[in-house]
């Protein structure tokens, strides 16, 4: 099994354990932040199983149907976690404004308090472990998972800091609890908008960040030359794998052979700087006008200085 795959079952794993732990501290208190917390935790649980879903799709190899892989799954799974945390939200902030408006009293605060931090120092030490495997692995999955327990932490720690002012407060500031709730609910809110703002572009193929995009330029030029020519580079990310296409010029007069092993190097320079890359390089000849993007660009014209030059040799740098 896949340590993507690993990290989405421990956190079904943490979230079974977790909602176990924050239920039992609402039923102790009957507190609605207390409730709200642990509301998420079954988000967990539902967003755990889909990326462990979504992690089994896109680890098929790419058939008929799907030439391009299953990786842009990922962006669906991510997605839906998203659309789960709002739906969270809401039901939060409408269970709190009931509590505003039919107040209830707050009993066994101390044991429940004690359970509530228990379940989120669990999820707190899930969550970086997985942050950590998602950077390695590059899985979008995996790392919205991981925030998502990051904010289920937060949202415990506030929940917990709210109930000990309620605790120790004449009773009149129990209203603090409900309120506690609704601040709790617009800051999944905002968890939540964000990962489906991610989803949508990976969904519409945004191009790869500068950093990466200025990583392949510099293996073309490394491995073809400083003088390379290259144009029409398109970027597009689905879920952790990075497609590059562009157009190499090359001397006309540059063997098939040659032209071949070079757009080989560039490939295998590219897989050296970026993880899991599959690179399309069309070659044109560097002596037809038709090859050039603009051929009144500063760019074009003093690389059309360089069309009779040697066609590039093994080693070429």
Same mark, same amino acid.
């Given at each position: 099994?896949? &340590? ?18 924050? +239920? ?18 079954? #988000? ?31 962006? +669906? ?23 505003? @408006? ?21 999820? +707190? ?39 000990? #002012? ?69 970027? @597009? ?5 990075? +497609? ?15 032209? *071949?092993?070079?757009?080989? @190097?560039?490939? @295998? ?29 500063? #760019? ?5 200085? *360089?069309?009779?030059?040697?066609? &590039? ?5």
């Amino acid at each position: 099994m896949s &340590p993507t795959r690993r990290m989405a079952l421990l956190s079904i794993t943490a979230a079974l354990v977790t909602m176990a732990l924050k +239920f039992t501290a609402w039923g102790l208190t009957g507190s609605i932040s207390l409730f709200s917390d642990a509301a998420e935790s079954t #988000v967990n649980l539902v967003a755990g199983i889909t990326a462990l879903t979504a992690l089994t799709i896109a680890a098929r190899y790419a058939d008929a149907n799907h030439p391009y892989g299953h990786d842009k799954v990922e962006y +669906f799974s991510s997605g839906v976690e998203g659309g789960l945390i709002l739906t969270a939200a809401g039901i939060i902030i409408y269970s709190a404004v009931v509590r505003l @408006r039919v107040p209830a009293p707050l009993e066994t605060l101390g044991p429940g308090l004690a359970v509530a931090l228990v379940a989120a120092a669990i999820n +707190f030490g899930v969550a970086r472990l997985m942050l950590r495997v998602a950077k390695e692995y590059d899985s979008i999955t995996i790392e919205a998972d991981a925030h998502h327990l990051l904010t289920d932490v937060w949202t415990s720690v506030a929940v917990v800091a709210g109930l000990l #002012v309620v605790m120790f407060a004449p009773p009149t500031w129990q209203v603090l609890d409900p309120l506690i709730a609704i601040a709790v609910g617009l800051h999944i809110i905002s968890t939540g908008v964000s990962l489906v703002r991610r989803s949508l572009d990976g969904l519409m193929d945004t191009a790869l960040p500068n950093e990466d995009v200025a990583s392949i330029k510099a293996a073309i030029r490394h491995i073809a030359g400083a003088t390379a020519v290259f144009h029409g580079l398109r970027t @597009r990310k689905a879920g952790a794998r990075r +497609f590059i296409e562009f157009h190499l010029l090359l001397p006309g007069r540059a063997t098939v052979q040659d032209s *071949h092993d070079l757009c080989e @190097r560039i490939e @295998r320079e590219i897989a050296n700087r970026l993880a899991i890359v599959s690179v399309t390089i069309h070659v044109e000849p560097l002596e037809d006008p038709v090859s050039w993007d603009d051929p009144q660009s500063s #760019v074009a014209s003093t690389a059309q200085n *360089h069309a009779l030059a040697p066609a &590039p040799q093994q080693g070429t740098e």
